[in-house]
């Protein structure tokens, strides 16, 4: 479903990425793991069409993918990924609005009877049935990143990327969550792209696990070379030892980690 | 003895202190208006209390001798209208400009520079342009309010629209938004109470651009009045009239704060998010 053939990446000096060949199938569920500043996120943004290779290319069903967020690409950000203005089931009611044709994104008639009965449908579905004449600001981090989720799928999104969705949230809420990422995964079929710092996260959800390391490191000139994925691994059959491993690369400094 | 940047005053105390200047006023000038009046019955400058209510009941309560119109309040409702069309207007085309020039960078990079050098432009300065192209009427007052405070408004409202923070537009987008939804239900719901904050930021700017054009060419209005009867000393009527303007600022400004917090009750916290 997903070429990625040699991408590479700088900002003038700096190399970001470099030399990045993956291929993903419809489905999967990706987690993507780093040290900050190891251009995971750029990797995600690439994907989200925010950000472009500046070498190599990035094939969506073998056709380029576009150069601007689309409708079949749906993202969860950190924070600041639900419209404050509106409440929660608005929030999930704009999706279908931003759908229609049309300049103005509201929904009339029975267009908006039916889109308030999905929102609602896919409301109850995320948790958040009680909730829906709410403000953001008067919902929990947690509960506000279910609405995320909600309003991403009611676009139904092929892909669905996931940027620290839950970095914010305290452990129990976060294991909530998780339960509902997976729930939500296997139910609308989608393939998950999730960047996380918690390594942990990575291997107890999805089916593979990326780590970015620099792949080479010259200390004269430590923005020489970028970040490739260090290890691409199916997740279920890990042993110990490797996870050990993993994490003790990922807890060095970027600038001393030689690999 | 706490510092005294510890200091906090209780309610009574707050109450006390906001009232002690506005008292501390009223008492200078009422022994100050004694004393004169003492030397001379007939001076105009500081006229007490009763003579200032003499002009009230003159200007507000009895007809004109000569049009037979009640002039205190002639002057209120053109000099009201005239501001709000300019504040209006102001607002409508600074909304528009800031939107456009604050979402989309083809036209800010178009626009921008040209905002910056038109909001340089004293307004006052261009006033006899405004009354040479636009005649010695209505028109040229409201043309002076709505050209001073325009230039402001668009660029608050820029500024604005580019603190929406970029993940709420790659969202929509992602949703499958286009430019014109975008604007119309993420960037303008979130502009509007900003606008509201602008307009209130500028009507003191509007008030000194509508009695500066009443003053040079008008035949009814508060500022008209005011520099009217300058020419008489006339103190108990000019007085009353900047307690009045002052009264009316204060009204539209709180009356604007609440309309925002009822319109928009998500602005006030938990911006962003």
Known sequence: MIDVNKVWKQYQEKVVLEGLDVHVEEGEFVTLVGASGCGKSTFLNMLLGTVQPSQGEILLDGRPIPEEPGP????????????????????????????????TGYLFGSARKQARIDAREMLEQVGLGGALEKYPHELSGGMRQRLAIAQALLGKPRILLLDEPFGALDPGTRADMHELVLTLWRQHKLTVFMVTHDLKEGFYLGTRLWVFDKLRHDPQAPERYGAGITYDLRVGQMDDKLFARIDQSLSEPVESSVA | MKKLINQQPGRPLRFFLGLLPFVLLVLIYVVSS?????????????????????GIERMAFEPSKRS????????????LTRLATGV????????????????????????????????????????????????????SKIVLIAIGITPFIARDIQRRTEEIPFEQLVKAQSLGANTAQI????????????????????????????????????TDGLGYRIFLVRRYMAMDVILPYVAWITLLAFVIDMALRRMNERLFPWHAQGVGK
């Open chain 1, 72 to 103: 079949d690409r749906g993202i969860v950000f950190q924070q600041y990924s639900v419209f404050p203005h509106m409440t929660v089931l608005e929030n999930v009611v704009a999706t279908r609005g931003f759908q229609a044709r049309g300049i």
């Open chain 2, 34 to 54: 004694n004393a004169r009046l003492e030397v001379n019955p007939n001076d105009k400058l500081l006229p007490d209390f009763s003579q200032i209510g003499d």
């Open chain 2, 68 to 79: 037979g119109e009640y002039l205190f309040w002639v002057d209120t409702a053109s000099s």
């Open chain 2, 88 to 139: 209006v207007i102001a607002a409508g085309v600074g909304l528009l400009i800031g939107m456009i020039t604050g979402a989309l960078p083809l036209f800010a990079s178009g626009l921008s520079p040209l905002l910056t050098v038109v909001s340089l432009i004293p307004p006052l300065a261009i006033l006899p342009i405004l009354f040479i192209v636009f005649g010695l009427g209505e028109l």
């Open chain 2, 183 to 218: 604007m119309i239900r993420v960037l303008l719901p979130q502009v509007l109470p900003k606008l509201i904050d602008a307009v209130r930021l500028s009507l003191g700017a509007g008030w000194l651009f509508l009695i500066a054009a009443e003053a040079v060419a008008a």
